[in-house]
C-alpha cells in the first residue's frame, strides 16, 4: 500500500505562483510513475505532469508546459510541482497519483494510489 499526502495548494491572483509538494511512504516500488492531476468543478480530471522516478522522466500537458515544473527528492520520495505564470484556469483540485511503469503518462485511469487533493485558486 502506498500513502500520498499533498500540500501547498492555496489562493493567488493571476501570474502569482504556488509549489505543491505530495511526500509518498509506504510499499514503494522501485520504478513508477508520480504525477500531477487536476479537476476543476464539472470538468473531467486531466494529467497536468508526471515523473518516472526511477529515471527523471518528465511529461507535461501542452497547457502548462512552459509555466509549471515537476521534480522529484529520490532519498524522500516527495514530488513537487512548481507552477508559475498561474492562470485563472489552472483553478482547481490537484491530485497526487503513483502509477506502475505501464500507465500511459498523463492518463489517470491506471494510475492506483492518490491522494486526498489540494486546492488551487487563481484569480483574475
Known amino acids: 500500500q502506498v500513502q500520498l499526502v499533498e500540500s501547498g495548494g492555496g489562493s493567488v491572483q493571476a501570474g502569482g505562483t504556488l509549489r505543491l509538494s505530495c511526500a509518498a511512504s509506504g510499499d514503494m516500488p522501485n520504478r513508477f510513475w508520480l504525477g500531477w492531476f487536476r479537476q476543476a468543478p464539472g470538468k473531467q480530471r486531466e494529467g497536468v505532469a508526471t515523473?518516472?522516478?526511477?529515471?527523471?522522466?518528465?511529461i507535461y500537458a501542452d497547457a502548462v508546459k512552459g509555466r509549471f515544473t515537476i521534480s522529484r527528492d529520490n532519498g524522500q520520495n516527495t514530488v513537487y510541482l512548481q507552477m508559475n505564470s498561474l492562470k485563472p484556469e489552472d483553478t482547481a483540485m490537484y491530485f497526487c497519483?503513483?502509477?506502475?511503469?505501464?500507465?500511459?503518462?498523463?492518463?489517470?485511469?491506471?494510475?492506483?494510489?492518490w491522494g486526498q487533493g489540494t486546492q488551487v485558486t487563481v484569480s483574475s
Open positions: 497519483a503513483a502509477g506502475p511503469p505501464g500507465v500511459i503518462p498523463l492518463r489517470p485511469d491506471k494510475y492506483n494510489f
Open positions: 515523473i518516472y522516478i526511477y529515471s527523471g522522466t518528465t
